[in-house]
């Protein structure tokens, strides 16, 4: 190391750098982990160039792994989608946020005799059954009205010892005041999100009210921070790490969120890529009132390939 290197300035917050030399990056790192939406496929549709890209890292030895916010889902569900896409991913590689709730619950050693609320659809009864959890509420829920005649109460299961929160298009009052009662009134019950996503793209069109809103209704009702298992959150990295004995300075987080995917891998110590294939274009990166910086970014995780091409 010369003297220069050592007595170097370091700026407070260095910008984030055009990727340039793929080749350093994915030598420099054991493990990729990718975001799905934005950057593996848009809505139903694979993002141009993902299959080969894939290959391409698997074929240089590196562990990819595949973590989504949404809930909606399981593993098992997600698997499907990745085959129906014609993607080789196995549901062992899939993280999304349902599975991190019951991961979560199954880590803590929630106990046999009690039992999650679910606010939230599909994806968290499959994981929780998978886990072996007495749940109930999720989208048969949605269903229940409540009428307010004179001097009604609304009784609650007092077994309940978790609700989890997570993404819900069926999300109602009746949900809302299940919730709270659980939380305020069963001592020591706690409230797990799956995520606070402020917005979600379940269009094209525009952008629509994410899992953030069904959290914050019930955090409005109980004034109680709920613990986050998804992104940002450093749980399912975490986990991650463990799981496969990684060390997280070997692991490269790609995203096309700033305050969701990049800031988990910066939370959790990994080098960060964004792409700009998702919801973050160039100009919201380089805007004054971004603070996060990933390390680098590039247009697509496609430009492994072409970069590489153009450098040879
Ligand atoms: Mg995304």
């Known amino acids: 190391m010369n003297a220069s290197a050592s007595s170097r300035i370091v700026s407070p917050r260095a910008s984030a750098e055009q990727l340039k030399d793929p080749d350093q990056l994915i030598d420099s790192v054991e493990t990729f982990i990718f975001d799905c939406d934005g950057v593996i496929w848009k809505g139903d549709k694979l993002i141009d160039g993902v299959p080969e890209t894939l290959d391409l890292l698997r074929s240089k030895g590196k562990r990819l792994v595949f973590v989504t916010n949404n809930s909606t889902k399981s593993r098992k569900q997600y698997g499907k989608k990745f085959e129906t896409l014609g993607l080789n991913v196995s549901e062992e590689e899939i993280f999304a946020s349902s599975f991190a709730a019951a991961a979560y619950l199954k880590s803590i050693d929630f106990p046999k005799d009690k039992k999650v609320y679910v606010v939230g659809e599909d994806g968290i009864l499959k994981e929780l059954e998978l886990a072996g959890i007495q749940y109930l509420g999720g989208p048969g829920d949605g269903e229940k009205k409540i009428e307010l005649k004179p001097g009604f109460l609304m009784e609650h299961d007092k077994d309940v010892g ?151």
């Open 162 to 312: 978790a609700v989890v929160v997570g993404f819900d298009r069926h999300f109602n009052y009746y949900k809302v005041q299940y919730a709270t009662l659980c939380i305020r009134e069963n001592p020591g019950c706690l409230f797990i999100a799956t995520n606070r996503d402020a917005v979600t793209h379940l269009t094209d069109a525009q952008e629509w009210a994410g899992g953030g809103s069904m959290v914050g209704a019930v955090y409005g009702s109980t004034k109680r921070e709920p613990l986050v298992v998804g992104k940002p959150s450093t749980f399912m990295m975490d986990y991650l790490a463990n799981k496969f004995n990684i060390t997280k300075s070997q692991i490269c987080m790609v995203g096309d969120r700033l305050d969701t995917d990049i800031l988990f891998g910066q939370n959790g110590g990994c080098k960060t890529l964004l792409v700009l294939s998702g919801v973050t274009s160039l100009s919201m990166l380089q805007s004054p009132d971004n603070a996060i910086q990933p390390d680098f970014y590039t247009n697509k995780i496609s430009d492994f390939l072409s970069l590489k091409a153009a450098t040879v």
